[in-house]
């Protein structure tokens, strides 16, 4: 198959979104399919890959075309090179990854003239999250794109892709919507990290570190795990956090725990930008994934703690609950409780440990992700092939 994957976000640049199409395509181009790229970011990037093309198009741009979906924003000029850049691919199907994004809204803009089947290839939404101190404002602006957009672009996509066979009201919205108008749904979960299960496996023990990983962000909310490890007073464990860049919220996270006996002791550390090796041999010697984001869908960090056998404590947040492996807990009230409980409980650390990497082997990882999302543009193709025949 000759197959286009649309993301606003692709590596170097880093993220989830990015993270999930560079490994869709690494897995379709060696099961021998033709496989391009369409993205956002510098087009006479240094970086550039076969295949891979870079429109003048900012990622971080997409939230706000998004968010002026309702408001009247919209910029003709790039949508066209972007258009005529999808033609120009003469793809047999289109995988497009992500709601609230200028590379899937303007495609299903442009139809019908984009003859091309779209598979919507979902991240989850965030049009009914609240968050922070604009949450307000940010809920009233995409009522449009939840009532509107939404519905309409399922019912046009050829095929609907969540990360999970689960419905609610924030973050797996669109699912909730599809069921509701009858659209199916096919699930391709996100694959876990072989460079953390290779880790864990040559790892020669675990030791009594609690480990954090994400964005230094309120959203991801470290405060609340940094809260729960202080409280809980085990001078015998560590804590590791690990984000991709400094900025004002883990400056605020320091002076948090500035002179505190933890931190003279060396007990709390904040690491920044660390490699993949470097944030392997974390997750393959720490014995607790420690997990209080606000809002999430399907957290590669989370499978990452799986596939390492390590068991994870989160916060109620998409689709975790439903991961085999750890202890999920409705807020932060009763985070703290449940750490103590890890902490004192080997044997328990052991048999989630233990459950959370078999889920991995055999549900999350990117060998049995790309074999299903293959499965499912091959039917795409097949079903246009034979309404074209049935029309000739």
Partial sequence: MRILITTSTFPPQSGGVAEVAA???????GMGHEVKVLSGGDPQATDAEEGVQRLPIRPGRFPCYAAGDALGIHDPARRAVYLDAVRAARADVIVSHCWQAWNTDWLFDAQPAIETPIVLFSHGTSVNTKNGRTGLLRYVRWRSYAWRRIPRSLRSA??????????????FLDVSIARRIGVPVHVVANGSSEDVRAAADASPGRERLVLCVGQYTPEKNFAGVLDAFLHAGRKDWAIAF???????????LRQRVAGSLEAQEGRVAFHVGLGRRELAALYAKASIFAFASRTECQPLVVLDAMAAGMPFLSTDVGCVRTFPGGL???DNSVFETELVR??????LRERLGDEGRAAAERTYNWRVSAARLEQILSQVVANVQRAAGANS
């Fill in 342 to 347: 890890l902490m004192a409980d080997a044997s």
């Fill in 158 to 171: 050829s095929a609907f892709v969540a990360l999970a066979d689960h419905a609610d009201s924030d973050r």
């Fill in 23 to 29: 490994r869709q395509v690494a897995a379709l181009r």
């Fill in 328 to 330: 999920t807990v409705p």
């Fill in 242 to 252: 690990c984000g991709s860049s400094a900025n004002g919220y883990l400056e605020r």
